[in-house]
């Protein structure tokens, strides 16, 4: 039988939500980074189909946590920049891996998605949406 207490469960939730969310930005660096270098990333099957995996896992927990912990987004300030800095960070991402899209854009995109994503990272850690120089 399952156990329903919340301490239990939270702290394994968030755990898996910060796992899954190293990893995930792990394989974009992995990716862009070969994209930028002209590398045929996409000839390797786990690459193109580990960060799909990982994503829905890490989206999953977020989900989770919201609702055990009650926090949702446009509710909390913080929890909304997250959101809104990661449509950002999927949008430059995207434009980081495309194809027929010149280095100098892809390049351009990749930077900036990985400063967005630090960015998330920060305000994850400092529960501050100008993360706490404010």
Known sequence: MGRTDRTVDYPF?????MS?????????????S???????????????IAPHLVDTVLLGAAISLAWWS???????NWLSAKVVALLMYIG????????GVSRAVQ?????????TVAYIVGVA??????????
């Open 13 to 17: 939730l968030r755990h898996l939500h």
């Open 20 to 32: 899954c969310a190293a990893l995930s930005i792990a394989l974009f660096v992995v990716r862009g």
């Open 34 to 48: 070969c994209q930028t270098a002209g590398w045929p990333w996409r000839r390797w099957r786990w690459l193109r």
């Open 70 to 76: 009650q926090q949702y987004p446009f509710a909390q």
């Open 92 to 99: 430059l991402g995207s434009l980081a891996l495309r194809t």
């Open 107 to 115: 390049c351009s995109a990749f930077l900036g998605a990985l400063l």
């Open 125 to 134: 850690l400092t529960r501050s949406a100008s993360l706490g120089l404010i």
